[in-house]
């Protein structure tokens, strides 16, 4: 588990919420009215700190939506789709509203069966609203399990835990603003008010300035005076110790949110309005400028009702905010991870603009045959309008899928000149979207572009479509270019499917150890580069299986020496790029650990692809296995990439593990029981070859790579 | 000479070479998972630093294989034999044989560290300063006159591999003592002896050491034994138990004379002393990750200080040791507390190998598949031509 293991403190102040009323009347729930775009532009590019680093809200929303939800966004009451960031400020603006939106996906009924909710369907999802009677004992049967380590948990036990972390997350969202919700005099007696150093009705912040006075006043209380009775100074005592402890509770509920930039600037932890109350008792001074602008948010809270006051009032919070951000330095990158997960609307006439010149230069290449550049300039508009729509990551998709339609009509009418210059486009398209995302993930984090796992997804997708495009550029088969499309679909499904079952910033802070370009920039990517090879040869070796195995093109030798090259060639280049990673990490390993070697399982794991690699080409070059047996080889080299790239991270042993759940696990099992189908595939066409009638054998010409001229002598053994 | 000859050919084969690289893929796979129950330590010294092994697959079925030791042994006779002697040496082989070469002086490089390396930690408090490094397996029994500066040792190759029921005797030089050393155990607790229950250990002063199972991080295993030390002039001899994490040293009295003798890890002088200033760690704000550690330190060499700062990935090397930043602590320091810093300590003479056959490895293979991609692109293009 990945997730950070947070304080279950709502349970306990559950009882002390209900008794002062904050639980909201079940009946009357205002529909809020829905956001004004440019007020969720404003909101989405106000900075927060969250898991060690600045990010906008909308950032923050996505991943807590997604851990809730499995998606980024959720039905409000009037069923209409909102984003995470309107999800989000109706959490914290209009919480009694938001408690009834569906925003909690149960994977598993048992789970509601266990804390005696009513359910449906086995897979659904439900409001809070729907949950609380069962929360009690969610949150006792959640800390019960969360003794034994996640691996020992069961499937249910798990997701009850999960739930109870979610519906934390949850209260700490909608309860933010309770601090300036909060009527404090109300209910007090008039002693209280005239004892107090504080206006009646004042707001959070105003008796945050005043707390030191309200600390003396608790300590002259509590000496005893001279002709005062006892009993009535014990009882206004007790009085302002209930209404300080009051104001903790409280305040106690705002941590979600780390708004507000520290002043000092060596300080580097941002604070919440939780942190703000506790820096107004320890050094008032100090907290006075914080306080001021933790009444700027408080205000917001009252003008919720009248749209156009609190937009200007938002401006004007987020404004104060970004200028602190600002003169930390810390605020230049978060407009680009807006952009990076957003996009831009304000694109949208480019966007128009350029999918008509588009249109145009596909057209103008389909009269001029000659016209190169048209094709590059076709690519160019249809990458730019893309940049823009939304997350570049699913835009990327979508036009992969639509190269892989593309490249399909292609195999069925190979002669169409309209498809064949679509191919190219539509696949360079996304390849040059999938690089942008990269670049711009390693300007965001000054990082280079492989330092997660989710990273590595990413980078793999885009190695292995370079690199069949550049095959596809060397023999012109279209074998490559119709691979290309279909990794380049399957890359980013995996990379947006982990991404949302993780449902953690893919932007992480680093430990110490990994925290270093240089290593980063050269051993992982290397590695990387090895497992994207590994891959796309065992891909390349899948055609020459299922070709021989459905007996497609079976007068055609040269077709399947050329895809035995090009398994080959990959293999090579893979075994490079693993290789050189391999004994990176090693040196790598031998500058921060100490040796250079040390069977971690993540370097075994590299290891074993470097062995297996080799093992091929040496049996290759034996002439042990030929065609055939390279590809059946080179299927089972999937398997080993996948096991080094995933498989040893769910042993969760060694330096490197990361750590992920069990969705993984699962993926991973059926990832190799394919392969090996297709591994077992290839042993029925080595069969059926071995034992089909002398008259038809025919030896299949070798490849001219694979010419004799590479042996050195015959091999015995 | 025939026979040679099939011999050689057949050590030289690629056959031989595929079924090697297949074991080695085998033993690092199984190493692998075995390290999940074994322990990262156990698995090594049972998979990798072995020459043959039984493996259970599957918990259940039993199989001797050669450990990695021996297959790399034979990887490099192989390589040598085929990879580089019998390699038909002509343009297009160039490379192989480049790359070849490199991984030869990867695995010599490997060789020397294992069998030259020594390896250990330091571990120092703020403003504590040291000129030995300890090793964080081996041990050693140090026997020393008091009042005397000359220390006699007994390393721990002479006892480490003693089983519980063997006894040896260590003679030591220039001094009138015998020491006879019994009933070792690699991981072991001295413990009193109660009066409800019996041991089979011998009690000595009231407490008698009791044998434990190995501990799954090897560091963690500390060592005890049983000794017999002899005044040989006048056949006196004394008892005891030499403990790991004894506090203090046995002390022994002959004839008016006192010894003391100390079982501990075994150390390792260096060459200069190593002073920790200060040691700071950082946290990534808000969160429990750690961002950094870093020691500050003094290097003290004949009397001359050197300031440095060791870092994560940032090591100091200096007279052929390597001094990394790799622990610290107490974790649950109030703040002005001292704290400690580990630094584990390596003097390998092969430090810099990996990297120089790492750049000829990448050469040849540079060489190599440069050559074949050219050859595959010069044929495409007469074909699409």
Same mark, same amino acid.
């Given at each position: 588990?990945?997730?950070?293991?947070?304080?279950?403190?709502?349970?306990?102040?559950?009882?002390?919420?209900?008794?002062?009323?904050?639980?909201?009347?079940q009946?009357?729930?205002?529909?809020?009215?829905?956001?004004?775009?440019?007020?969720?532009?404003?909101?989405?590019?106000?900075?927060?700190?969250?898991?060690?680093?600045?990010?906008?809200?909308?950032t923050?929303?996505?991943?807590a939506?997604?851990?809730?939800?499995g998606?980024?966004?959720?039905?409000?009451?009037?069923?209409?789709?909102?984003?995470?960031?309107?999800?989000?400020l109706?959490?914290?603006?209009?919480p009694e509203?938001?408690?009834?939106y569906?925003?909690?996906?149960?994977?598993?009924?048992?789970?509601?069966?266990?804390?005696?909710v009513?359910?449906?369907?086995?897979?659904?999802?439900?409001?809070?609203?729907?949950?609380?009677?069962?929360?009690?004992?969610?949150?006792?049967?959640?800390?019960?399990?969360?003794?034994?380590?996640?691996?020992?948990?069961?499937?249910?036990?798990?997701?009850?835990?999960?739930?109870a972390?979610?519906?934390?997350?949850?209260?700490?969202?909608?309860?933010?603003?309770?601090?300036?919700?909060?009527?404090?005099?109300?209910?007090?007696?008039?002693?209280?008010?005239?004892l107090?150093?504080?206006?009646?009705?004042?707001?959070?912040?105003?008796?945050?300035?005043?707390?030191?006075t309200?600390?003396?006043?608790?300590?002259?209380?509590?000496?005893?005076?001279?002709?005062?009775d006892?009993?009535?100074?014990?009882?206004?005592?007790?009085?302002?110790?209930?209404?300080?402890?009051?104001?903790?509770?409280?305040?106690?509920?705002?941590?979600? %949110?780390?708004?507000?930039?520290?002043?000092?600037?060596?300080?580097?932890?941002?604070?919440?309005?939780?942190?703000?109350?506790?820096?107004?008792?320890?050094?008032?001074?100090?907290?006075?400028?914080?306080?001021?602008?933790?009444?700027e948010?408080?205000?917001?809270?009252?003008?919720?009702?009248?749209?156009?006051?609190?937009?200007?009032?938002?401006?004007?919070?987020?404004?104060?905010?970004?200028?602190?951000?600002?003169?930390?330095?810390e605020?230049?990158?978060?407009?680009?991870?807006?952009?990076?997960?957003k996009?831009?609307r304000?694109?949208f006439?480019?966007?128009?603009?350029?999918f008509?010149?588009?249109?145009?230069?596909?057209?103008?290449?389909?009269?001029?045959?000659?016209?190169?550049?048209?094709?590059?300039?076709?690519?160019?508009?249809?990458?730019?309008?893309?940049?823009?729509?939304?997350?570049?990551?699913?835009?990327?998709?979508?036009?992969?899928?639509?190269?892989?339609?593309?490249?399909? %009509?292609?195999?069925?009418?190979?002669?169409?000149?309209i498809l064949?210059i679509?191919?190219?486009?539509?696949i360079?398209?996304?390849?040059?979207?999938?690089?942008?995302?990269?670049?711009?993930?390693?300007?965001?984090?000054?990082?280079?572009?492989?330092?997660?796992?989710?990273?590595?997804?990413?980078?793999?997708?885009?190695?292995?479509?370079?690199v069949?495009?550049?095959?596809?550029w060397?023999?012109?088969?279209?074998?490559?270019?119709?691979?290309?499309?279909?990794?380049?679909?399957? &890359?980013?499904?995996?990379?947006?499917?982990?991404?949302?079952?993780?449902?953690?910033?893919t932007?992480?802070?680093?430990?110490?150890?990994?925290?270093?370009?240089?290593?980063?920039?050269?051993?992982?990517?290397t590695?990387?580069?090895?497992?994207?090879?590994?891959?796309?040869?065992?891909?390349?070796?899948?055609?020459?299986?299922?070709?021989?195995?459905?007996?497609?093109?079976?007068?055609?030798?040269?077709?399947?020496?050329?895809?035995?090259?090009?398994?080959?060639?990959?293999?090579?280049?893979?075994?490079?790029?693993?290789?050189?990673?391999?004994?990176?990490? #090693?040196?790598?390993?031998?500058?921060?650990?100490?040796?250079?070697?040390g069977?971690?399982?993540?370097?075994?794991?590299?290891?074993?692809?470097?062995?297996?690699?080799?093992?091929?080409?040496?049996?290759?070059?034996?002439?042990?296995?030929?065609?055939?047996?390279?590809?059946?080889?080179?299927?089972?080299?999937?398997?080993?990439?996948?096991?080094?790239?995933w498989?040893?991270?769910?042993?969760?042993?060694?330096?490197?593990?990361? #750590?992920?759940?069990?969705g993984?696990?699962?993926?991973?099992?059926?990832?190799?029981s394919?392969?090996?189908?297709?591994?077992?595939?290839?042993f029925?066409?080595?069969l059926?070859?071995?034992?089909?009638?002398?008259?038809?054998?025919v030896?299949?010409?070798?490849?001219?790579?694979?010419?004799?001229?590479?042996?050195?002598?015959?091999?015995?053994? | 000479?025939?026979?040679?000859?099939?011999?050689?050919?057949?050590?030289?084969?690629?056959?031989?070479?595929?079924?090697?690289?297949l074991?080695?893929?085998?033993?690092?796979?199984?190493?692998?998972l075995?390290?999940?129950?074994?322990?990262?330590?156990?698995?090594?010294?049972?998979?990798?630093?072995?020459?043959f092994?039984?493996?259970?697959?599957f918990?259940?079925v039993?199989?001797?294989?050669?450990?990695?030791?021996l297959?790399?042994?034979?990887?490099?006779?192989?390589?040598?034999?085929?990879?580089?002697?019998?390699?038909?040496?002509?343009?297009?082989?160039?490379?192989?044989?480049?790359?070849?070469? &490199?991984?030869?002086?990867?695995?010599?490089g #490997?060789?020397?560290?294992?069998?030259?390396?020594?390896?250990?930690?330091?571990?120092l408090?703020?403003?504590?300063?040291?000129?030995?490094?300890?090793?964080?397996?081996?041990?050693?029994?140090?026997?020393?006159?008091?009042?005397?500066?000359?220390?006699h040792?007994?390393?721990?190759?002479?006892?480490?591999?003693?089983?519980?029921?063997?006894?040896?005797?260590?003679?030591?030089?220039?001094?009138?003592?015998?020491?006879?050393?019994?009933?070792?155990?690699p991981?072991?607790?001295?413990?009193?002896?109660g009066?409800?229950?019996?041991?089979?250990?011998?009690?000595?002063?009231?407490?008698?050491l009791?044998?434990?199972?190995?501990?799954?991080?090897?560091?963690?295993?500390?060592?005890?034994?049983?000794?017999?030390?002899?005044?040989?002039?006048?056949?006196?001899?004394?008892?005891?138990?030499?403990?790991?994490?004894?506090q203090s040293?046995?002390?022994?009295?002959?004839a008016?004379?006192?010894?003391?003798?100390? %079982?501990h890890?075994?150390?390792?002088?260096?060459?200069?002393?190593?002073?920790?200033?200060?040691?700071?760690?950082?946290?990534?704000?808000?969160?429990?990750?750690?961002?950094?550690?870093?020691?500050?330190v003094?290097k003290i060499?004949?009397?001359?200080?050197?300031?440095?700062?060791?870092?994560?990935?940032?090591?100091?090397?200096?007279?052929?040791?390597?001094?990394y930043?790799?622990?610290?602590?107490p974790q649950?320091?109030?703040?002005?507390?001292p704290?400690?810093?580990?630094?584990?300590?390596?003097?390998?003479?092969?430090?810099?190998?990996?990297?120089?056959s790492?750049?000829?490895?990448?050469?040849?293979?540079?060489?190599?598949?440069?050559?074949?991609?050219?050859?595959?692109?010069r044929?495409?293009?007469?074909?699409l031509?």
């Open positions: 588990m990945n997730r950070r293991i947070r304080p279950l403190i709502l349970a306990v102040f559950g009882a002390f919420l209900a008794g002062m009323g904050l639980a909201d009347a009946d009357i729930v205002s529909k809020p009215p829905p956001w004004d775009r440019e007020l969720v532009k404003l909101a989405s590019t106000l900075p927060v700190q969250e898991d060690g680093r600045i990010k906008p809200l909308s923050y929303a996505d991943f939506l997604l851990r809730l939800n998606k980024r966004e959720v039905y409000n009451l009037d069923e209409k789709r909102i984003s995470s960031t309107e999800w989000l109706d959490c914290l603006f209009y509203a938001a408690r009834r569906k925003s909690f996906l149960v994977e598993a009924s048992e789970v509601l069966d266990a804390i005696g009513a359910h449906e369907k086995k897979r659904d999802r439900y409001s809070y609203a729907q949950l609380e009677p069962g929360i009690p004992k969610l949150f006792q049967l959640a800390s019960q399990y969360s003794t034994k380590e996640a691996k020992d948990r069961g499937i249910v036990e798990n997701q009850i835990v999960i739930l972390h979610n519906v934390n997350e949850f209260e700490l969202l909608s309860h933010y603003l309770d601090f300036a919700r909060h009527s404090y005099f109300e209910g007090q007696s008039e002693r209280l008010k005239q107090v150093p504080v206006e009646d009705g004042a707001a959070f912040s105003a008796i945050l300035m005043k707390l030191p309200l600390r003396q006043l608790y300590l002259t209380l509590s000496t005893p005076q001279e002709g005062v006892q009993q009535t100074l014990a009882q206004e005592q007790k009085q302002v110790e209930q209404f300080m402890t009051t104001l903790g509770h409280v305040a106690d509920l705002s941590t979600a %949110l780390a708004l507000f930039p520290p002043a000092d600037p060596k300080t580097p932890e941002w604070l919440s309005p939780a942190d703000i109350a506790q820096l107004s008792l320890v050094t008032p001074e100090e907290a006075q400028p914080q306080v001021a602008k933790l009444a948010l408080e205000k917001l809270t009252a003008l919720r009702d009248q749209p156009d006051t609190f937009k200007s009032q938002f401006a004007a919070f987020q404004q104060q905010i970004m200028d602190a951000a600002k003169a930390r330095g605020y230049s990158k978060v407009p680009l991870e807006y952009f990076y997960y996009g831009d304000r694109g006439m480019l966007t128009s603009v350029l008509v010149v588009f249109a145009g230069l596909v057209l103008y290449r389909l009269f001029r045959p000659e016209a190169r550049w048209a094709t590059v300039a076709a690519t160019v508009a249809l990458t730019v309008p893309m940049l823009f729509q939304g997350y570049l990551f699913y835009n990327a998709l979508t036009l992969y899928l639509l190269s892989f339609l593309v490249v399909a %009509l292609l195999w069925v009418r190979p002669k169409s000149r064949g679509l191919a190219p486009i539509t360079a398209a996304p390849t040059i979207l999938v690089l942008v995302g990269i670049t711009l993930r390693c300007i965001i984090r000054s990082r280079p572009p492989v330092s997660t796992l989710y990273e590595t997804v990413l980078f793999v997708t885009a190695s292995v479509v370079i069949a495009l550049a095959i596809e060397m023999n012109r088969r279209k074998l490559a270019l119709s691979l290309a499309s279909m990794l380049g679909v399957l &890359g980013l499904f995996l990379a947006n499917k982990y991404e949302m079952s993780e449902g953690v910033d932007m992480p802070s680093l430990v110490a150890v990994l925290d270093t370009n240089f290593w980063l920039a050269t051993h992982v990517t590695v990387t580069l090895g497992y994207a090879a590994g891959l796309l040869a065992a891909a390349i070796a899948h055609v020459y299986i299922f070709g021989k195995l459905f007996r497609v093109k079976p007068a055609d030798p040269a077709f399947y020496s050329s895809v035995t090259n090009m398994t080959y060639g990959v293999l090579c280049f893979g075994l490079f790029f693993s290789v050189l990673g391999t004994v990176l990490g #090693g040196i790598w390993a031998n500058d921060s650990w100490g040796r250079f070697w069977w971690d399982p993540k370097e075994n794991g590299a290891l074993m692809i470097v062995l297996w690699e080799l093992a091929i080409l040496h049996a290759l070059a034996g002439r042990y296995i030929r065609e055939l047996g390279l590809a059946i080889a080179c299927v089972f080299g999937a398997i080993v990439v996948a096991f080094s790239w498989g040893v991270n769910l042993l969760g042993v060694g330096l490197h593990s990361y #750590g992920f759940t069990s993984a696990a699962q993926s991973l099992a059926i990832f190799y394919v392969e090996s189908v297709v591994i077992l595939a290839g029925v066409v080595w059926r070859d071995r034992f089909r009638p002398a008259a038809e054998e030896e299949p010409e070798p490849a001219p790579v694979l010419t004799g001229k590479q042996r050195t002598r015959p091999a015995k053994g | 000479m025939k026979i040679l000859e099939s011999i050689f050919a057949f050590l030289a084969s690629y056959a031989f070479a595929t079924v090697i690289f074991f080695l893929l085998l033993l690092t796979f199984v190493g692998t075995e390290q999940v129950d074994m322990g990262l330590y156990e698995t090594q010294q049972k998979y990798f630093n072995s020459i092994l039984v493996h259970k697959f918990d259940t039993p199989m001797l294989l050669p450990g990695v030791q297959l790399l042994i034979l990887l490099a006779i192989n390589l040598i034999a085929g990879g580089i002697i019998r390699l038909r040496k002509r343009a297009t082989t160039v490379g192989v044989l480049i790359a070849h070469f &490199g991984i030869l002086v990867l695995m010599f #490997g060789w020397v560290k294992y069998a030259y390396a020594e390896e250990g930690h330091l571990t408090f703020e403003k504590q300063q040291s000129s030995v490094f300890e090793s964080y397996y081996d041990w050693e029994i140090t026997i020393q006159k008091v009042g005397d500066t000359k220390e040792l007994i390393d721990g190759e002479r006892f480490q591999d003693m089983n519980p029921s063997e006894s040896r005797v260590f003679p030591v030089k220039d001094s009138p003592l015998e020491v006879t050393l019994r009933g070792y155990a991981n072991a607790r001295v413990m009193p002896k009066p409800a229950f019996e041991t089979a250990q011998p009690v000595i002063d009231g407490v008698f009791n044998p434990e199972p190995l501990a799954k991080e090897a560091e963690q295993n500390v060592a005890g034994v049983y000794v017999t030390i002899k005044h040989t002039p006048s056949g006196q001899t004394q008892d005891g138990i030499l403990w790991g994490f004894a040293p046995m002390p022994v009295n002959f008016g004379e006192s010894w003391l003798v100390d %079982l890890h075994k150390r390792y002088p260096m060459p200069f002393a190593i002073t920790l200033n200060k040691f700071h760690h950082e946290l990534h704000p808000g969160t429990s990750r750690p961002k950094m550690f870093m020691s500050e003094t060499e004949n009397n001359t200080p050197q300031d440095y700062r060791i870092e994560m990935n940032e090591p100091l090397r200096h007279k052929g040791l390597t001094l930043q790799s622990g610290w602590g649950n320091a109030r703040p002005g507390q704290l400690f810093s580990t630094f584990s300590v390596v003097r390998n003479p092969a430090d810099q190998v990996p990297l120089i790492c750049l000829i490895v990448t050469f040849g293979m540079l060489v190599h598949f440069g050559l074949k991609l050219t050859r595959y692109l044929a495409e293009s007469k074909r031509a």
